[in-house]
């Protein structure tokens, strides 16, 4: 764990109980993951630890880089090597040392894996009680063997559909999604489902060797050609003469020339289903998906399990329509087998249940653990989700409880529960029920580490490890470890002005009188998900708030309804998004779902914006520098020095990602992979660039004195300074600046981006454009995993955008920026089922008034802070 160079000990400045080797606390000495500076700490076990700081600062660093990192490698090491391949392992953290840490289980915000057959039910654990209740004390219809519990699973060769393989779901490609414009000829590409480029047209030159008419509208062919063209599996293999019209093609035939070569035919939906089953090109995958249309399976009825499970039933339904209840209902149907007050119906085991006193005593424990469970689920806001729904349509947020309900319920003792921001995606009247659920793992004997920004939380704290004083090299200090009353005091942090309102700097409200609309965009009508013909308006030239409990209706209406009819209204195709997995092109063709309704007051929009916090790129070669565009401007400059012109060396030279340029060893990458058995993988600097990624000839060039991967090493703010004479670069870096990045360096990976860094160079790099107004720019809680102080940065940056003539729609939750609004829309009043409705509109202050909205309370108390 050490390493060679040492730096200074900068030690905390610790509550007056502190001390070197503290019975009942962890001691950490020499901590230097990422930006930590040799940090020394004691922090007490059996408590709620906040770790706070400005975005950016170290606070994972040490909470999950050093802790969670150290605790699993000890943890490993009592582990079989063969079993040690099957974990996720964190690199070995840099710190000399750390006594009195327990085991520890993190909770991290991480979207699940894009699959169809990953659930609630799954995540939680509460679908396998589920299948032993119905294999062990289900009606089944007389005559039919006893089924075991993975019968009762979609997800197993016992239980998933023949038909549909457990998805429930069958996927065909028919004429109307492979020709989606019937007006075009064959040679127009009428048959859009073939390939692009050369492959499409070698298709359509065998139909002319075929005889068949590509010049006449595809309407207007026979159906039996029609037909023939897109659902044939014959494979006829002809001579095609490249470039000769259909008469020539036909001459040529009759006195048999010699061909430009011979090709083989394949009929429209074969070649999709065979290249979406076959290839290994996602983006291939992706291309013929679209031309696939998904229907319910016509053998399970989309219930996904085999007609032998489905005959087994339980208070008289089969196991999927269990499964798709709302979690609260499914505790209510619950309760009265767990006292033993309901009996079997009808069936085999309802009829022989008399006899077989011991089904009763199953059914009584089953139900009694599944309401145990679901209880926890209900306490942490989620009784409005079913089992059934799939974890890709669940928030990070909805995700992160699911695994805390289910850690609440194991009853471990002694354990270190590391969190990463569990109020993330909360409405402040969730985040209480998120306080109790830790509460009572603290109860259990437990401690809790929790890296958060959310004030409420930060407030129940026992002891708070406050980091910083800035983000990146200006941060990986401690600036306090204690209780938290003791953070007033350190007038270096700028989490204590935000946290006491009572101080003379504390920091002020950003409330602030509302503008006047411009005008308004009103949907009508509006169905989809749990919005059932809802009306709402929304003022233009202005900043709106969307409100509510967690699953309330508020990303369904902004993200989606209101993404999709802007989108539509504007005549703009849906934005592209890279699939995830293997499944996800499927899921993306099952989730298309229409939304019904009308949108009304499109004058004033001339431009949809989207900034969300999906990472910026998926591969080391994604950055910062090449993301935003500044890096062309560099690249310019480097290309335009005497050297470069002397060696004729282009702007391409200076790309990683160009042969010219890079280092041949690690092809731009900067470093290589080692791979160690039974241990992480490791990766070292390259060899022979040092990490640089260029090659020799390429750093040899300088600008200003510093060779172009110098360049890339540089902070923002570094670069700023660098850059200052260059307007075309220094404007883009201000931009990124100004919304808080200034310590991210210009060549960070875009895999090592949080979500909130990832909007905010989205953000900046929209603010870069000349503003003209009549943009409308849609959020999807922007402030997620910011501090108060970044929160503010970024609100200014938004006020900027309104302020240009444009339209900020956001969902949001942290009450300080919704006060800073123009105008609220809060959904509701529940969530699920109960939500979907307009509970209260209008400027901050009018709604923090409204009767009946559980927002109105916590507005009110932000206004008045």
């Known amino acids: 764990m050490r390493t060679k160079h040492q730096e200074p000990r900068h030690e905390s400045h610790q509550a007056s109980t502190s001390g070197a080797g503290l019975p009942g606390h962890v001691r950490v000495r020499g901590a230097r993951e990422h930006n930590l500076k040799n940090v020394d700490l004691d922090i007490p076990r059996d408590a709620l630890v906040v770790f706070t700081g400005v975005s950016g600062s170290g606070k994972s660093s040490l909470a999950f880089g050093t802790l969670y990192a150290e605790a699993q490698r000890r943890y490993l090491e009592s582990v079989s090597p063969y079993a040690r391949r099957l974990f996720h392992q964190m690199p070995v953290p840099e710190v000399d040392d750390i006594d009195g840490l327990p085991p520890a289980v993190a909770l991290q915000q991480q979207r699940g894996t894009p699959t169809a057959r990953s659930s609630v039910g799954s995540v939680s654990t509460l679908s396998n009680s589920l299948r032993m209740l119905y294999s062990r004390a289900g009606d089944y219809p007389p005559g039919q063997e006893l089924l075991y519990a993975e019968s009762f699973s979609p997800n197993t060769a016992e239980g998933a559909c023949p038909q549909c393989s457990g998805l429930g779901r069958v996927y065909e490609a028919t004429e109307g999604s492979m020709v989606p414009d019937d007006s075009l000829t064959i040679r127009e590409r009428a048959v859009a489902a073939w390939p692009p480029a050369w492959h499409g047209q070698n298709l359509r030159d065998i139909l002319v060797t075929l005889g068949y008419d590509v ?48 090709g083989t035919f394949t009929g429209a939906r074969r070649y999709v289903l065979q290249t979406f089953a076959n290839t290994e090109s996602a983006a291939m995958k992706k291309r013929v998906a679209r031309y696939m249309v998904s229907t319910e399976c016509p053998l399970c009825h989309g219930k996904r399990l085999r007609r032998e499970a489905l005959s087994v039933t339980f208070a008289g339904m089969d196991i999927t329509e269990l499964s798709r209840m709302p979690l609260e209902r499914l505790a209510e149907l619950m309760k009265p087998y767990v006292a033993g007050n309901e009996k079997g119906k009808t069936g085999k085991a309802g009829k022989d249940k008399d006899a077989h006193p011991e089904q009763v005593i199953v059914t009584q424990r089953i139900a009694a653990d599944l309401c145990a469970r ?171 708030a969307v409100t509510g409990v967690s699953g309330s209706g508020k990303s369904t209406l902004v993200s989606q309804v209101l993404v999709d009819l802007v989108t539509e209204a504007l005549g703009q195709a849906a934005p592209e998004e890279e699939p995830e997995g293997e499944e996800a092109p499927l899921l993306e063709a099952e989730e298309q779902v229409r939304t019904l309704g009308r949108i009304a007051g499109m004058d004033g929009i001339k431009r949809l914006v989207r900034v969300d916090q999906k990472p910026i790129g998926r591969t080391p070669r994604s950055n910062l520098a090449t993301y935003t565009g500044l890096f062309d401007q560099v690249r310019k400059l480097f290309a335009a020095t005497p050297q470069a012109r002397k060696k004729k060396y282009d702007a391409g030279r200076f790309s990683f990602n160009v042969a010219k340029g890079r280092c041949p060893h690690c092809a731009g990458e900067g470093f290589v992979m080692v791979e160690l058995l039974f241990l992480p993988s490791v990766y070292a600097p390259c060899p022979t660039c040092e990490g640089a990624r260029y090659n020799p000839d390429t750093l040899a060039i300088a600008w200003n004195g510093r060779n172009i991967a110098e360049v890339l090493a540089m902070t923002v703010d570094e670069a700023h300074a660098f850059f200052a004479a260059e307007d075309s670069v220094a404007r883009p870096l201000q931009v990124l600046r100004e919304v808080g990045l200034g310590y991210l360096r210009l060549g960070q990976s875009a895999t090592e981006l949080s979500g909130g860094e990832a909007q905010r160079i989205k953000l900046a790099t929209e603010l870069q454009r000349a503003t003209r107004g009549g943009a409308l720019y849609i959020l999807d809680e922007p402030t997620t995993g910011l501090h108060p102080l970044d929160a503010d940065r970024l609100l200014a940056q938004l006020q900027r955008l309104v302020d240009a003539g444009n339209t900020v729609i956001m969902v949001e939750h942290t009450m300080r920026v919704v006060a800073a609004c123009d105008w609220v829309i809060d959904i509701g009043p529940g969530a699920g089922e109960a939500g979907g409705k307009v509970v209260a509109e209008g400027p901050p202050a009018q709604v923090a008034r409204a009767r009946g909205s559980r927002t109105a309370p916590y507005l009110k108390a932000a206004l008045e802070r």
Do not use: C
């Open 215 to 262: 010049d006449t509208p595809w309407r207007d062919l026979p159906k039996k050609d029609r037909d023939w063209i897109l659902y044939t599996d014959d494979t006829p293999t002809v001579p095609v003469y490249a470039g000769l019209t259909p008469a020539e093609t036909k001459r040529a035939l009759k006195r048999k020339e010699t061909p430009s070569y011979q």
């Open 374 to 544: 679901l209880e926890v689920l209900l306490a942490l806001g989620l009784g409005y989700l079913a089992l059934e729904r799939s974890t890709p349509t669940l928030s990070p947020g909805e995700l992160q409880r699911l695994r805390l309900a289910t850690q609440v319920r194991s009853n471990l003792f002694g354990v270190v529960y590391v969190l990463d921001e569990p109020s993330a995606g909360l409405h402040p009247a969730d985040t209480e029920a998120l306080l109790d659920a830790l509460a009572s793992l603290k109860a259990g004997g437990n401690s809790l580490f929790v890296v958060e920004h959310a004030l409420d939380v930060i407030r129940q704290a026992d002891w708070i490890v406050d980091v910083g004083p800035q983000a990146g090299e200006g941060g990986g200090q401690v600036l306090y470890s204690g209780p938290p009353d003791g953070l007033r005091r350190v007038e270096g942090s700028h989490t204590r002005r935000y946290l006491f309102a009572d101080l003379p700097d504390a920091a002020p409200s950003q409330a602030r009188e509302s503008r006047a609309p411009t005008g308004q965009l009103r949907l009508e009508g509006v169905t989809r998900n749990n919005l059932d013909a809802l009306d709402v308006a929304f003022p233009l030239g202005v900043m709106t």
